[in-house]
């Protein structure tokens, strides 16, 4: 394949997954009112407790696996079909370990996690599932296949809400949470093997010795890595299950649906992204990728000051009055998802130079910041402290990395400069709209008055940059 075609391959998939995760994600994300509805904020505290602990489990049995896969297409070359279905090997053998711990010490397990014994294996099979769905996706973005990762994700999200919503309504209507968690998981393990199926019909599965001492060198630590990015991202809800109430819980994970919206949008971009640098950084095209990356980060402060601005009306949307007490929590969440997106613009240096080392300092010593603060401040004041403790967290996490990329690349991905206007400026909209929470015209006007200007700016550059290309 030519750079150029190269080039428009990356361009279209980028759209592709963004368009297509936002369509899909979006289905996930217009059934939040549903299931708020369906279910008491105690049920969804026990269903977000689950969703917690597969992330962890996720990472644990998935061994980071999935990650190895880019870096493997440069190291084995010609043989990446191999390599990906020789490593999902590991998987199963990781899910056969987990059903086995889960039976031995179900009794123990079950009172420390405060799920039924059902759970456990439920836990497993999902994050098995996960782990699976996660190396299949790394595997065809190699070849831009968006079409590919939309199948899976579509598949994944609509069964399971039709899955939960029978369950829901007819065997489980007294276990709302059990019948929710039984219809993610059943859906995710049913998906896997379709996708296994689909990977091992490229190339067999077998034992490789040199796979997979490469996979478990290069991916064993990002283990600590990924672990410390559950604890920024979800162990915040264990700890205010356990420290306040599976109510609280609950309202806090309806409300931080908010910032799922731009999370939503960031994975799919990343996904994209991540590819194209590795071709676009490998060929030393700097100017490049900092012009690009600089577009991106003006892209999602508009995102984020929209939704900062919008966040108290949307939290009625997705729960209703019973849910209002979460408004203040969804502003810093949404400074978290963009903190996120400063991670992932710089963090693939990182990965091209198998610096996993580095990642997993980094994002350790954020998710020790997360679970310090969170002990301390929910205790203090309750659920909504977690929102702006995680905010510092990840604002570590994003500054730790961003000064890690640095030092491996020898420049700034992201001009230092930028990063600081934009930053500046999130945090006095996110000031602002906190202060006047209760007035939707000066929220609303104030928003326009910012967004407007930047996106006339982007766009500009946008149609500038093009007609100098022809």
Not at 318 to 323: A, F
Request: hydrophobic share 55%; net charge positive.
């Amino acid at each position: 394949m030519s750079k150029e075609k190269e080039s428009r391959s990356a361009v279209s998939a980028g759209i592709g997954y963004t368009i297509g995760n936002i369509l899909i994600k979006g289905i996930n994300f217009l059934s939040v009112p549903l299931f708020s509805r369906i279910m008491t904020p105690d049920e969804l505290g026990v269903y977000s407790a689950f969703v917690a602990y597969d992330s962890i489990l996720f990472v644990i049995l998935s061994l980071a696996i999935h990650s190895s896969v880019k870096n493997a297409k440069y190291t084995f070359s010609g043989e990446v079909d191999e390599y990906t279905s020789s490593v999902s090997l590991i998987l199963w053998m990781n899910m056969a370990i987990g059903l086995i711990v889960a039976t031995l010490f179900s009794g123990p397990l079950s009172s420390l996690l405060g799920l039924p014994v059902v759970c456990l294996y439920l836990l497993v099979f999902m994050s098995f599932g996960s782990s699976v769905l996660n190396l299949y996706n790394c595997r065809i973005s190699l070849d831009y296949n968006y079409k590919g990762y939309l199948f899976a994700a579509f598949a994944n999200t609509v069964g399971n809400l039709l899955v939960s919503l029978v369950l829901i309504h007819t065997i489980f209507q007294n276990q709302k949470d059990l019948g929710r968690i039984i219809g993610v998981s059943v859906t995710m393990l049913l998906l896997a093997l379709v996708l296994l199926g689909t990977l091992y019909h490229r190339a067999k599965p077998k034992f490789e010795r040199r796979f997979w001492e490469y996979a478990v060198r290069y991916s064993l630590p990002l283990v600590p890595h990924g672990l410390s990015q559950v604890l920024l991202g979800q162990f915040d809800r264990i700890m205010i299950r356990s420290m306040v109430s599976d109510a609280a819980a609950g309202i806090y994970s309806v409300v931080a649906n908010i910032s799922l919206i731009l999370t939503i949008i960031i994975d799919s971009v990343s996904t994209a992204w991540t590819t194209w640098f590795y071709e676009a950084y490998a060929e030393k095209k700097i100017a490049e990728i900092q012009k690009r990356a600089v577009q991106l980060t003006i892209f999602f402060a508009i995102l984020a000051i929209g939704l900062m601005a919008l966040s108290p009306e949307l939290v009625w949307i997705l729960g209703g009055t019973q849910y209002e007490s979460g408004k203040y929590i969804a502003i810093p969440l949404v400074l978290s998802a963009f903190a996120v997106f400063i991670y992932n613009v710089v963090v693939p240096v990182e990965y091209f130079h198998e610096k996993t080392m580095y990642i997993m300092i980094g994002t350790a010593a954020a998710g020790v910041v997360d679970i310090v603060l969170n002990y301390i401040f929910i205790m203090k004041y309750g659920f909504i402290a977690a929102a702006y403790t995680t905010l510092v967290a990840y604002i570590c996490y994003a500054v730790l990395h961003f000064i890690i990329a640095r030092k491996l690349s020898g420049i700034s991905i992201l001009p230092f400069k930028v990063v600081c206007f934009i930053v500046v400026l999130l945090l006095c909209m996110a000031a602002l709209n906190l202060v006047f929470i209760s007035s939707i015209i000066i929220r609303y006007l104030a928003c326009a008055v910012v967004v407007i200007p930047m996106g006339l700016l982007l766009l500009k550059r946008l149609f500038k940059e093009k007609n100098q290309n022809g």
